[in-house]
Structure formats: structure tokens, C-alpha cells
């Protein structure tokens, strides 16, 4: 295990956090309602628990409402109850062999309730970042391969990495609570 290994397994692991915040932060509403703010409802699906975009194509038809048509008519049922009983907050409409998802506009309360719910997911992905931190300065002070000043170089450096990303997280949220709370 090389000095440079340790180092670029940081931003990898710390890049692949930040990434998955991205993509969390995604289905979450602001303005316009996104084919994305059902990619967290799974379904039962032949046994296995499935997402809704595996087994249904997810389109927006206008800034409040979203078109959900399943590739196979036997799951429409799982999919109407699973997002009804999600925490989107609204009821899903059979129209023929389509479930139409008509979505309120979002009041300042709600926006609010997203805003914070923005916030929390990037407190864990922060959670991560230290994590990660700390179990590679740990892996770097069990290893026997580095010499003390090798060892504060890598601290540095992984510290370094750990202040960038946590950066990027605060900057993500940011944008996020403004576009959550500019409408």
C-alpha cells in the first residue's frame, strides 16, 4: 500500500459520497415536479423489491404533474400502492392503463419541511466524509509500511480532502435550500 493509493482512495470513496448526496438530494421537490422524486419508492415486484423506473416509464407533463405507465399491467396495482402510501403526499389517479400523479403547488410550510430535509441528508453525508477520514488515518496508523513523517503527510492530506468535500456539501446545500425556498 502506497502513499498515493491511500490518498486517491480518499477521493474516490469521498467522491462517490458526495455523488450518492446528488443523487438523494434529487428526489427531493423543489418547483417543478422531477421524474426523480419517486426513485426512492420500491415495489414488490415477482418477490424482489424493486424501483419503480425498473418496471414503468416516469415522465413529467407539466411543472405539477407526473405520468407513470407500467412496462407490465400486473404491477399497476404495486405501483399505485406504493406511492400512495409514500410520503410524497399525493394520491395517485388510474387513467386507463396510466397512473397520473397530480402534485400541489408547494406552500412555504412544505418547502420548509424540504429544506430541512435537504439539511439532513447532507449532515449524513458529512457523517460519511468523516468516517471514511477516520478509517483511513486508522488504516494508515495500523499499517507498519509508513514511516512517521509519511504518516503526517497522509493525516494532512486526507484532512485536506475530508475540508474539500465537506465544502462541496455545505455549497450543495446551499443551492439546494435557495432553489427550495426562492419560489
Known amino acids: 500500500m ?3 493509493e491511500i490518498i486517491q ?3 474516490h470513496r469521498m467522491d ?3 455523488s450518492k448526496l446528488k443523487e438523494t438530494l434529487g428526489t427531493v421537490r423543489a418547483g417543478a415536479v422531477s421524474p426523480n422524486v419517486l426513485d426512492k419508492i420500491k415495489i414488490e415486484y415477482y418477490g424482489e423489491m424493486t424501483s419503480i423506473k425498473t418496471v414503468a416509464s ?3 407533463t407539466s411543472g405539477t404533474q407526473l405520468v407513470v405507465k407500467a412496462f407490465d399491467p400486473t404491477a399497476i396495482k404495486a405501483i399505485m400502492a ?4 409514500s410520503d410524497l403526499g399525493v394520491n395517485p389517479v388510474l387513467d386507463k392503463n396510466v397512473i397520473r400523479l397530480n402534485f400541489p403547488p408547494l406552500s412555504g410550510d412544505r418547502r420548509k419541511e424540504f429544506a430541512k430535509q435537504a439539511k439532513a441528508y447532507c ?3 458529512k457523517v460519511a466524509i468523516r468516517n471514511i477520514r ?3 488515518i486508522a488504516k494508515v496508523k495500523r499499517s507498519e509500511e509508513f514511516s512517521e513523517d509519511m504518516e503526517k503527510r497522509i493525516d494532512t492530506e486526507i484532512q485536506k ?3 474539500e468535500h465537506i465544502k462541496a456539501i455545505d455549497a450543495i446545500y446551499k443551492a439546494k435550500e435557495k432553489e427550495l425556498l426562492s419560489m
Open 134 to 136: 477516520k478509517d483511513l
Open 2 to 4: 502506497e502513499e498515493r
Open 123 to 125: 449532515e449524513d453525508s
Open 58 to 60: 416516469v415522465t413529467a
Open 9 to 11: 482512495e480518499c477521493s
Open 16 to 18: 462517490e459520497a458526495i
Open 82 to 85: 406504493a406511492i400512495g402510501q
Open 161 to 163: 480532502q475530508h475540508d
